[in-house]
Every structure is written in structure tokens, then in C-alpha cells.
């Protein structure tokens, strides 16, 4: 899901083909967005009466994605409602970019983000309305609060309207720590999610390379650990069990395109990605080889010359 969601085949049909006089509410089922309700507008103009029909759709315990029409163009709204659960609020808030990138860019104004259904109002869609353009998404206070601690922290790589709560918990931290990597200080390196499960932290780094060591360490929840298995041979492993929770599962797979970026920014833009889904895998014998024979591909490839006259040599097609 680095670049996308996973849709049901209903939503796309119901997006593609529905027109812009029905207003789909989606949740995740089965690690994919599924159509929950679907909203018949009669009155697209009558706005008032469109947002009081998105909100007795929506559930104070469950948040929701909700694709509403809009002059011409799709809005996204976040449901990411204060009852719920901090895990389901974070996961669906930061799916909002992931969503509009599969549905196509083109299609949407800036999305919306509500957390109380008072907030699902006329008065509230017009202070966030500008010139028949929809403004930046409005945050939830679990969001303001982690924001506000964040902004300056946190390196560019990891600033993303698409992950607005599942950043890294300590910047710094982070960021040292793959620069001792790369500077081949460190071996291997585990990252996982806070027990508040709203960012990501460095769970722990060695000097040594152990896999069997970091094989047994692992359970039934999601991690990141960055290899170096050898000095050319850099591998970040997604350990991602079947068993492991749905949203924990998909919170992982949206934040890899930030690690990745970060571990990038760190001077290792070579890094290798590969996903697991059993601690045995990290432990298997042909683990280290099969990577730096991916390397050795890579490097061995003999060099083309230019042929020494326009027109001449095997280099130009005929």
C-alpha cells in the first residue's frame, strides 16, 4: 500500500459510475475499503441538506472514509471520531492521500477531516470553502497535539498530509541512528510502533549482525529492521505476520514509503526492501546470499561504449 488502498470492486464501480449525485461512505473490511452506505443526493445544490444526510450515516464509535460530491470534483472526509478507538483514528486518518492517490489526484479538492458530528455542518463546510474550493484539512485534537510537538522535529522526508499521526516519535533519535548506520556503526536496526500507537521508534540497535538473535525477538505484531548483511548489502525487512491486527498491518505498509524516504535522506538511497510474514524467513541459510547476489547483478554488468562515429556500431538501430 506504499502508493495506494485497497479498494473493493463496489467502490470503484460506485466512484466511476455512480455519478456525482451519490456520496459513498467507506470502511475497512479485510484490510480493503469497502462501500458501507451509499448516499442518493436528489439537491447537489442544497448543501445543507447533503451534510445532514452524511451525517446520520455516520457512527460515533466507527470512523469512516466519506467521498462526498462537490462542484465538479470529489471531497474527502475523514471520520475519525473521538470515541473510537486511537488505533482505527490513526489508521484511517492517514489513508486520506493514499485513498485520493488511487482514486486519481485530479479528482479531488483538499480533503476534510471531522471528529464530531456537530462539526458535519453547512456553517462548517463553508468556513472551510473558498471560491468554490475546499480548504486544508482540519485535524483532530489528538492531531493538534502530536503536530504541534512534531513540526519542527521531525525531518522533511517524514512531514506528509498523509500520515498525519503515524510519524516518528523521536526525530532526532531516528535520525542519529541511521546516520551511525550508515556510517557502518550499527548492524541492524528495529523500529516499531509506541505502545500509544501513535508513531513509530527505534525499538532497539546492535553493532553486531544476529539474525537468529532478532528472529526470536519477534512477534505476533509488525516490525522494521534495516540490515547490513555486507558493506554493500543494505536490506530493509518488513515483518508483517498473517496474524498480526489489520490496522497495525496497513499502519506499517503506509508508513514504509516515509522509512524508506528517511533511510534514503540517511545516504543509504541502495537500500534493498524485502516483507516477511514468519520469524523463520529472517533465519533462513540463503537469506544473506540471495541479496548480495542482487547486488553482485547490479555491479557486474559490463559497461557500453559509444560507437566512434555517428551511424557506426551495434549501438544505433537500424
Known amino acids: 500500500m506504499d502508493q495506494g488502498v485497497r479498494l473493493h470492486p463496489d467502490v470503484l464501480d460506485a466512484f466511476r459510475n455512480g455519478g456525482r449525485a451519490v456520496a459513498l461512505v467507506l470502511t475497512i473490511v479485510d484490510e480493503q475499503f469497502v462501500l458501507k452506505t451509499k448516499l442518493r443526493i436528489e439537491d447537489k445544490t442544497d448543501q445543507k441538506a447533503v451534510l445532514s444526510q452524511v451525517a446520520k450515516s455516520l457512527s460515533n464509535a466507527e470512523p469512516a472514509i466519506v467521498l462526498l460530491p462537490y462542484d465538479g470534483l470529489w ?105 551511525d548506520f550508515a556510517a557502518s556503526k550499527l548492524a541492524s536496526v528495529v523500529i516499531s510502533m509506541t505502545s500509544s500507537l501513535e508513531s513509530f521508534q527505534v525499538e532497539s540497535k546492535h553493532e553486531k549482525l544476529d539474525r537468529s538473535a532478532l528472529a526470536s525477538a519477534l512477534s505476533a505484531e509488525p516490525r522494521f529492521i534495516i540490515l547490513r548483511l555486507s ?81 557506426r556500431g551495434g549501438a544505433r538501430l537500424k
Open 75 to 179: 471531497v474527502l472526509i475523514a471520520w475519525t471520531p473521538d470515541k473510537a478507538p486511537v488505533a482505527s483514528r490513526m489508521l484511517y486518518a492517514s489513508l486520506r492521500n493514499p485513498m485520493k492517490a488511487t482514486l486519481g489526484l485530479e479528482n479531488f479538492h483538499a480533503d476534510w477531516q471531522l471528529s464530531s458530528i456537530s462539526e458535519c455542518s453547512l456553517d462548517g463546510f463553508n468556513g472551510r470553502a473558498s471560491n468554490g474550493r475546499v480548504t486544508s484539512a482540519v485535524m483532530t485534537r489528538d492531531e493538534k497535539e502530536v503536530a504541534a510537538m512534531q513540526k519542527e522535529a521531525q525531518p522533511r522526508c517524514v512531514r506528509t498530509a498523509a500520515m498525519p499521526m503515524v510519524a516518528l516519535n523521536d526525530s532526532t533519535t531516528m535520525s542519529g541512528t541511521l546516520k
Open 231 to 311: 558493506p554493500q548489502s543494505i536490506v530493509l525487512v518488513h515483518y508483517c505476520p498473517e496474524e498480526s491486527d489489520r490496522r497495525m498491518k496497513m499502519a506499517y505498509s503506509t508508513f514504509k514509503r516515509n522509512l524508506v524516504e528517511a533511510i534514503a535522506t540517511a545516504g543509504l538511497e541502495n537500500t534493498q526492501t524485502v516483507q516477511i510474514s514468519t520469524a523463520e524467513e529472517l533465519t533462513d541459510n540463503d537469506f544473506e546470499s540471495r541479496f548480495a547476489s542482487t547486488v553482485a547483478s547490479h555491479s557486474d554488468k559490463p559497461m557500453f561504449s559509444k560507437p566512434t562515429r555517428p551511424g
